[in-house]
């Protein structure tokens, strides 16, 4: 069974730092591309980060460039997303998604985590 | 970056009734062009890729049409478990877009 589990969402003021994380199990993670979709309060979903399945490219909306940084380490089968400079238009549940096409990525998401809450407040 | 649009914000629908959305792009997508449901508190699910192709799992009541800016998506006879939130969603450009979501609610 594919399983996506994040961490690491909380409280932050603006202008801080926090590192997701997204456990992946039931599947062979490194044959796939990964995704960061964001959904803020009462508003809908936002595509925010995409990378490879070797990890070599790297895309991101623009609303989140040069301030966030999504990476992945297959060894330990987990997703990361660091963010940083975090505004207060950050604040959403983030969620880890696996790409439905795996090694050449199509943009669709078939399997998505339960979402980990981060909040940008003073 | 393409603009997905749905209408309506909200559809009240009585279980058993058929349900239509739809979703217009900006500019065409092909074919290239999902459907995902949202429950509250919940993940977002994959019903369609494709514009029609139903994903692993989604039952036939689910069905997609559409090509170009035109899509539509069909729940042939509510059940109580439908009731949700339902997002289309571009891949044929970059970024990705997500339409503003449809409501679907109990009459």
């Known amino acids: 069974e594919v399983q996506l589990v994040e961490s690491g969402g909380g409280l932050v003021q603006p202008g801080g730092s926090l590192r997701l994380s997204c456990a992946a199990s039931?599947?062979?993670?490194?044959?796939?591309?990964m995704h960061w979709v964001r959904q803020a309060p009462g508003k809908g979903l936002v595509w925010v980060s995409r990378?490879?399945?070797?990890?070599?490219?790297?895309s991101y909306a623009d609303s989140v460039k040069g301030r966030f940084t999504i990476s992945r380490d297959n060894a330990k089968n987990t997703l990361y997303l660091q963010m940083n400079s975090l505004r207060a238009e950050d604040t959403a549940v983030y969620y880890c998604?696996?790409?439905?096409?795996?090694?050449?990525?199509?943009?669709?998401?078939?399997?998505w985590g339960q979402g980990t809450l981060v909040t940008v407040s003073s | 970056e393409i603009v997905m649009t749905q209408s309506p914000a909200t559809l009240s629908v009585s279980p058993g009734e058929r349900a239509t959305l739809s979703c217009r792009a900006s500019?065409?997508?092909?074919?290239?062009l999902d459907w995902y449901q949202k429950k509250p508190g919940q993940a977002p699910r994959l019903l369609i890729y494709?514009?029609?192709t139903r994903a692993t799992g989604i039952p036939a009541r689910f069905s997609g049409s559409g090509s170009g800016t035109e899509f539509t998506l069909t729940i042939s006879s509510l059940q109580s478990e439908d009731f949700a939130v339902y997002y289309c969603?571009?891949?044929?450009?970059?970024?990705?877009?997500f339409g503003g979501g449809t409501k679907v609610e109990i009459k």
């Open positions: 998604a696996r790409d439905l096409m795996g090694y050449t990525g199509s943009d669709t998401f078939d399997y």
């Open positions: 039931g599947f062979t993670f490194s044959s796939y591309w």
């Open positions: 990378i490879t399945s070797d990890g070599s490219s790297t």
């Open positions: 500019q065409s997508v092909s074919i290239n």
């Open positions: 494709g514009a029609s």
């Open positions: 969603q571009q891949y044929n450009n970059w970024p990705p877009t």
